[in-house]
């Protein structure tokens, strides 16, 4: 009688441990989701899958060519009411506030370049670089077609950006202001002693002052 309780007792601790096993896979890497694939969206509220990433890495992008393509578009076509420095402004914003909306989904790349950056100093996989490319181009080209449904866009109108100066300088100043923006990414983002918090208020702001500075 004791014997068969002890095998009872056994089993079932047994199926507790399997359990908590396959509990704390799911959380920690999120491979066995839906059997290790992660191109599903995830039941368990812990797991983020690569769906959801790609959908908010659209969503992001969607918002930033929308609000700040958007703004230089409303500073146009009303004479300048916006201003340049609310333009800068504009841009700076709504990155920061994409990046705290989406980044603890998705990472908040919005921009091939980022994407690439993470690849190469390995804190992104490789085989989703093409996946999170594609979702930006296609949030960036819904943020467009948005804007062209919603204002009246004539043959003269132009609303894109041409240098100032030479093109030699202009690309060399593009090539500083680059260097920024990924030069504060890679800081804030993959350095374990920055503060993780602060990390959208910082990109914003560089995004701001590039703006400024060679816009």
């Not at 204002?151 to 093109?167: E, I, L, M, R």
């Not at 030699?168 to 002693?193: C, K, N, P, Q, Y």
Request: proline share 3%.
């Amino acid at each position: 009688m004791s014997s068969h309780g002890e095998e009872i007792e056994e089993e079932e601790q047994i199926s507790r441990t399997e359990k908590g096993i396959g509990s704390r896979t799911e959380k920690g890497t999120g491979k066995n989701c839906h059997g290790g694939i992660e191109t599903v969206i995830c039941t368990s509220p812990s797991i983020v899958c690569l769906t959801q990433k790609l959908i908010a890495e659209m969503i992001g992008t969607y918002f930033v060519v929308f609000s700040g393509c958007g703004v230089v578009v409303v500073n146009v076509l009303y004479g300048g009411t916006v201003t340049f420095p609310g333009v800068c402004v504009t841009w700076g914003l709504i990155v920061m506030v994409m990046i705290y909306s989406t980044g603890h989904i998705s990472g908040a790349h919005f921009n091939p370049a980022v994407t690439f950056t993470f690849a190469i100093f390995r804190r992104f996989p490789w085989y989703q670089v093409p996946l999170y490319i594609g979702a930006q181009l296609a949030g960036s080209l819904l943020g467009s077609l948005t804007l062209r449904l919603m204002f009246k866009v004539t043959p003269q109108a132009y609303f894109g950006t041409t240098p100032a100066d030479s093109a030699v300088r202009a690309l060399v100043a593009e090539i500083i202001i680059s260097f920024l923006l990924m030069f504060v990414i890679s800081g804030v983002s993959t350095d374990s002693r920055a503060v993780g918090e602060l990390a959208g208020i910082a990109v914003g702001m560089t995004i701001m002052l590039n703006v400024f500075v060679a816009g």
